[in-house]
């Protein structure tokens, strides 16, 4: 009998963290959340599921905020 356990993820297998926000460029998950969640329960993933959209669209660049970027960081 195969007894594999299935864990929903995030992961879109783009793997890049991004300097300044901290996120992981494809989910959206930190560093700490991405080790940790094969360990962690469903109410924790459960918790973290509905902020990645929300910070994926934060990280989305546009094209005035590359500009601001490219001319005063």
Not at 3 to 9: H, K, V, W, Y
Not at 20 to 48: F, K, N, V
Request: hydrophobic share 35%.
């Amino acid at each position: 009998m195969d007894a594999t356990i299935s864990l929903r993820s995030p992961c879109v297998a783009v793997c890049r963290i991004g300097l300044r926000s901290g996120y992981c460029l494809g989910c959206g998950r930190t560093r700490e959340e991405i080790t940790a969640w094969p360990t962690m329960s469903e109410q924790e993933r459960d918790h973290i599921l509905p902020q990645l959209a929300k910070r994926l669209q934060r990280m989305k660049p546009t094209f005035g905020n590359t500009i601001r970027r490219l001319l005063f960081d």
